[in-house]
Each structure stands twice: as structure tokens, then as C-alpha cells.
Nanobody, 134 residues
Framework: VKLEESGGGLVHPGGSLTLSCEAPGYTLEFYDIGWFRQAPGKEREGVSCISKRRASTYYTDSVQGRFAISRDDGNTVFLRMNILTPEDTAVYYC?????????????????????????????WGQGTQVTVSS
């Protein structure tokens, strides 16, 4: 399975974007799905995740209250991003949780997700650029 991200773009501070993560020809319903981002010169960090069957969602502290993750019944996971700031500028990726990754449901109580080990996640897409600038 290879995921495809879309929906990025250039937005002014305070604006909104909705990112989509799809797996053409496959269903994602049996996977925890995460959104990650990587800014220039920085490590890839976890942003948000949603467990299979939508039982749990998680947001890292810097996006809590501004971002919302959701999934439909098929093969698309969304990330609605509101009140964007220049610090949100990055390439955004989605990926499935691999067997070595801590499940999304177990991130609850973790304030800051932080840098991730990419091999613990599978099916990385090519990413979509989000630029927040006036």
C-alpha cells in the first residue's frame, strides 16, 4: 500500500486547509493512520493520528485545538487545519502504523509526540507542501 497526500498549498496566517490521505485501490479501515510533518532542517515529527474504527484520536500539543483528524468508511483520512501559523509550514505526510509503532490509542496522555522513527511506520506517501506566509 502506498498512500497519497493532497490538499497542501499556500495560505495566510490564520487560514485553513484540509489535507487528504488516500490509498487508491486499498482500504485503510484496518490501520491506525498518522499525519506527520517535516520542516526544512528538522526531523519528521508526529502531528496527529486516528485509530482503526475511529476509536481514538490524538494531537500533539502544538496543534491541539486547531487541527482535526477524521476518516471516512473507506480509504481516506483527513486533516483539517485551522488557525495556521508560519510554524506549521512543512511537508505533511501520512503513513500507516507498522507493527513496531506504539498504537495511536496509547499516545493519549503524551503531550508532545516529537520526532518519529520512520521505519516504524509504513506506506509513506510523497508528502504535500503546506506553506503559511503573509
Amino acid at each position: 500500500v502506498k498512500l497519497e497526500e493532497s490538499g497542501g498549498g499556500l495560505v495566510h496566517p490564520g487560514g485553513s486547509l484540509t489535507l487528504s490521505c488516500e490509498a487508491p485501490g486499498y482500504t485503510l479501515e484496518f490501520y491506525d493512520i498518522g499525519w506527520f510533518r517535516q520542516a526544512p532542517g528538522k526531523e519528521r515529527e508526529g502531528v496527529s493520528c486516528i485509530s482503526k474504527r475511529r476509536a481514538s484520536t490524538y494531537y500533539t500539543d502544538s496543534v491541539q485545538g486547531r487541527f482535526a483528524i477524521s476518516r471516512d468508511d473507506g480509504n481516506t483520512v483527513f486533516l483539517r487545519m485551522n488557525i495556521l501559523t508560519p510554524e506549521d509550514t512543512a511537508v505533511y505526510y501520512c503513513a500507516t502504523f507498522g507493527p513496531g509503532a506504539r498504537p495511536c490509542s496509547e499516545l493519549r496522555g503524551t503531550a508532545h509526540w516529537g520526532p518519529v522513527l520512520q521505519p516504524e511506520y509504513d506506506s509513506w506517501g510523497q508528502g504535500t507542501q503546506v506553506t503559511v506566509s503573509s
